[in-house]
């Protein structure tokens, strides 16, 4: 009997969306004894994945051995009864973690490397922004306005990333990628990570367990949450902690919108009790027009946009997927799982 590998990769958002050539790549490597159901019904490549499959693929995925999309749907997932590994196309897995997922024998894989280098630049730019006062700026440039006041005071806010001690929650690979741009631009980086005895990444001066957060953030005048949404990492930024934070401080949440109190903080850029706050990720998406997020200078604000990165993803996508689909047919160990009871 042969192997069946089911690809729901047909995105509505066409950045995400499987190319032509990368089906034609995919399906000029499969292995002996394999066959291959690409998905034509869209799907979504928000979050984790969609709420509910389409038909197609719940009717393709019962005789599946391997399933390739984005997350995997609990329904989708109690149909597959021949399931033996599930890549998601998505680096966070929350959505996938059901208790059947979790219960499971299914090797779950991520591509929690393939957004590193996107999202890592982006970081480093929305931190310039307001080390540069481009916040300033721009408002200036709406209003046609020439003035040199926030720039030269005595008391501006632009610094050079020298001076910056960036504190970034999650060491793994956005959180690297990070760390080792903003310290080539001589900024000094402290990784908060769960298993601190492997030590320091390439990027970091040092790493230091979750529980010393609270000690770290009077520390620290930069803070990313760059880490996977756990039970342990849901509303880790909260009010109190946002009070911890010097006064200069910049916050930035490429992670999910889950582990940010936004209330506390759009209450503390109002105040200028913080210098401002770089936003990809809410606690609902689409954000609502209504919100004060959207009105404030101090926020630079963008639509789940980070990982984007055109031409260039598909290529890494794939690059991992065949590596590990080759694993899989070998019996050797897959790149990327996912620790279910860790949840990431």
Known sequence: MDHLLVVDLAAISKNWALPPEGERRLLENVPDGWRVHVVRAATSSDGDGPPRPSDEVMDAVRNADAYFGFGMPRLLFLEAKRLRWAHSAAAGVGNVLYAEMVASDVVLTNSATIHAIPIAEYIVGGIIHFLRGFDFAIDQQRRAEWNKQPFVRLDSVLR?????????????????????????LRAHCTGVRRRVHLGAPPGFE???PLDQLDAQLPKHDVVVLAAPLTGETAGLLTAARLDLLPSNA?????????MLDEDALVERLVTNRLRGAVLDVFRTEPLASTTALWQLRQILLTPHVSPVSPGRFWPRQLDLFLDNWRRFVRGEPLRNVVDKQAGY
């Open 160 to 184: 050079e990333m020298d001076s910056v001690h960036a504190l970034i929650v999650g060491a793994g690979g956005i959180g690297g990628a990070a760390a080792e741009r903003l310290t080539a």
């Open 206 to 208: 040092r790493v230091v």
């Open 250 to 258: 910049i916050v930035v949440n490429v992670a999910r919108g889950a």
